[in-house]
């Protein structure tokens, strides 16, 4: 049941290129520590998450959840990061994309993200070009379209930043502990507003997170990072006694500064 306000859409007319020969069966497990998790994902779909009018900023955000590119915690990287933007005015698509079959438990080991994770990669590029074909119908603005992801969401973030279609990239990209896991694509100069976050103890992907900061300033970028003391990998909207606790708010007083939280010209 889609909550008022709420629209599920395809993100693709028609089948996925690249999986349409995928046989796998999508699977939801609910009450997981992560709340509702989501494996198999073979049709990416956008679920619309629109302000009221009368709060409407005209910035709409793309919400990409983690899980590896195995499984997606579309619970606590994606459902309540989109209702607290809509709350805010800010209109949040939570993107389901693909991801291959899991097999076996846990994360598989040697995982070769930039193959297990192409495919959401290609969706993310995908939903920002549906998101402003349907700007005006959704109550943003086409030049007001930001994405943010979670771990491997945060991959998909980036891939959707890095693409070499400079006119398709996001307007801005917040990549939440996550970043480029696989091969470090080309930096360009001037890519758009990027905010990042993430924990000293995050003993999972720490270390590929810090690099591509490192690599985003060398190319002469200036993104916005927030690391925190504590926090681990994955806090998400968890609270957990730590400074971590309040990235989501210190991301919107980012946008803030851009203007990007109340209407244009306001």
């Keep these: 049941q889609v909550p008022r306000r709420l629209r599920r859409i395809a993100n693709w007319p028609g089948v996925a290129p690249g999986s349409e020969k995928w046989t796998q069966t999508e699977k939801t497990v609910d009450n997981t520590p992560l709340g509702k998790v989501v494996f198999n994902v073979v049709t990416p779909t956008l679920t619309l998450y629109l302000p009221k009018k009368s709060k409407a900023t005209g910035t709409g955000i793309i919400v990409a959840p983690g899980g590896s590119c195995v499984a997606l915690a579309i619970d606590h990287e994606g459902t309540g990061v ?27 080991q040697g995982i070769n993200f930039d ?27 086409a030049d007001r379209v930001g994405f943010m992801g979670f771990s ?13 279609d400079a006119a398709a990239r996001p307007n801005f990209v917040a990549p939440i502990y996550g ?21 000293q103890d995050d003993g999972l992907v720490r270390e590929p997170i810090a ?11 200036k993104p916005e990072a927030h690391i925190y003391r504590a926090g681990e990998h994955g806090f998400g909207m968890k609270k957990q006694g730590t400074t971590s606790d309040h990235w989501m708010e210190e991301f919107y007083w980012w946008l803030e500064s851009q203007g990007l939280t109340k209407p244009a010209g306001k």
């Design 115 to 141: 193959e297990v994770c192409k495919y959401g990669v290609a969706d993310g590029i995908q939903a920002v070009k549906v998101v402003r074909q349907h700007a005006a119908e959704w109550g943003i603005s």
């Design 82 to 108: 989109a209702r607290w933007l809509q709350e805010r005015g800010i209109a949040a698509f939570l993107l389901k994309y693909r991801i291959p079959e899991k097999k076996g438990e846990g994360i598989p």
């Design 179 to 199: 970043g480029p896991f696989g091969v470090m694509p080309k930096i360009p100069s001037d890519l758009p507003p990027i905010f990042m976050a993430w924990a």
């Design 152 to 164: 491997a969401g945060a991959m998909v973030a980036s891939g959707a930043l890095l693409q070499s």
């Design 211 to 221: 690099k591509f900061y490192d690599v985003l300033t060398a190319a002469g970028n």
